[in-house]
């Protein structure tokens, strides 16, 4: 069975630090990806960034990075230079067969001035 | 392009009423979702759509009903309000052959 786990239900970063999110999945797929979604408070769900099993770098889009290990079957985010605007709650995801996405618990990320 | 929208923004029923939830899309996306989002929990595929006449039950479709008689429009019904169902709902679009999915801003809905 497909499974993400987010084991942080909860951090507090100081500005302009760097931050990991972690995130473990499982899935018996040879090929897949894995996604964060970015959720502030206001409610809305942004796509943040998405790494696919097979791609030979790790995905960056501007501050966010993914750190993944595959063998770990792990896709932790990591985000440098943390903004209070990166305030928010973070999905990790991971779309099986159909492209029904399996969202995580999610972690609520704080960041402090 | 307004992407993905949700109407109502907020809704707040009486146990057995009846209501529909709208899901619009304009990036031509075959695929269509809806999901719901609980306090401590992450989102729930309720049923999904992967085009035009098409639907198909997610992890938790009971109590709900959809139809995609258009393929910009998916719509939520939920026939008989619970308290249970007191949730944030989320529609999401993609398009085929992708895994990337596009939210819609959620639908606060209370059940008293």
């Known amino acids: 069975a497909q499974k993400i786990t987010q084991t942080q239900p909860g951090m507090f970063v100081q500005e302009k630090e760097a931050v990991t999110l972690d995130c473990t999945y499982d899935?018996?797929?040879?090929?897949?990806?894995l996604f964060w979604y970015k959720q502030p408070s206001s409610g809305e769900m942004i796509f943040l960034i998405y790494?696919?099993?097979?791609?030979?770098q790790n995905a960056t889009e501007g501050r966010y990075s993914l750190n993944f290990q595959k063998a770990r079957k792990s896709a932790n985010l990591v985000i440098s230079a943390s903004q209070l605007g990166d305030s928010a709650m973070y999905f990790c995801?991971?779309?099986?067969?159909?492209?029904?996405?399996?969202f995580g618990s999610g972690t609520r990320l704080s960041i402090r001035p | 392009n307004a992407g993905v929208t949700q109407t109502p923004k907020f809704r707040v029923l009486k146990t057995g009423q009846s209501m529909t939830l709208l899901c619009a899309q304009d990036?031509?996306?075959?695929?269509m979702y809806w999901y719901r989002q609980d306090p401590g929990m992450g989102l729930r595929l309720i049923h999904y759509?992967?085009?035009?006449?098409?639907?198909a039950k997610g992890e938790v479709p009971d109590g709900y009903n959809v139809s995609r008689l258009k393929k910009q429009n998916f719509l939520l019904g939920l026939e008989s309000a619970a308290p249970s169902q007191t949730s944030v709902y989320f529609c999401?679009?993609?398009?085929?052959?992708?895994?990337?999915?596009?939210f819609g801003p959620g639908t606060r809905l209370t059940v008293l």
């Open positions: 999401a679009s993609g398009r085929i052959g992708t895994d990337t999915q596009y």
């Open positions: 899935t018996s797929d040879p090929s897949y990806g």
């Open positions: 790494q696919g099993s097979y791609d030979q």
């Open positions: 995801a991971l779309p099986p067969q159909g492209s029904k996405i399996i």
């Open positions: 990036m031509n996306h075959e695929y």
């Open positions: 759509s992967v085009g035009e006449g098409t639907t």
